[in-house]
């Protein structure tokens, strides 16, 4: 067995290395991938995404790009799969955002439809 070997499957497969730092970037990710996670379930139990920007959002998944550029680039285990994970959940809240704003003006359309119904009669 090679000293690489040794090093575990995450440093031979695709060469990433975990040391104390690294712990703490996973540990810092993982609170950014719950307030992550628990906005994108908020947005899809409501259906609703009027109160996020996409100034917000998108400025997230650059960041995300980013940082998962950096971490690819210093060879960072823990924290480049969690910035993979954040980066997949902004783009399915982009996405829910496209969807559900297009919801949001149907609904606001609607309810002028009927407010101009009831005044008629």
Known sequence: MSKDDSRGYLYTKWGLEFNGLEYLGIVAG???LIGGLEQLFHTYNKKKADDIS??????AIVSAILWVIYHYRKKGG???IVTIITLIG?????????VYSNNDD????DEKTRKRRKRRK
């Not at 996409?54 to 400025?59: A, D, M, N, P, V």
């Not at 902004?90 to 496209?98: E, G, H, N, Y």
């Open 78 to 80: 823990g924290p480049f």
């Open 106 to 109: 149907d609904d606001e359309k």
């Open 90 to 98: 902004l783009l399915s809240l982009l996405i829910m955002k496209m």
């Open 30 to 32: 993982l609170f950014a």
């Open 54 to 59: 996409y100034i917000f959002i998108l400025g």
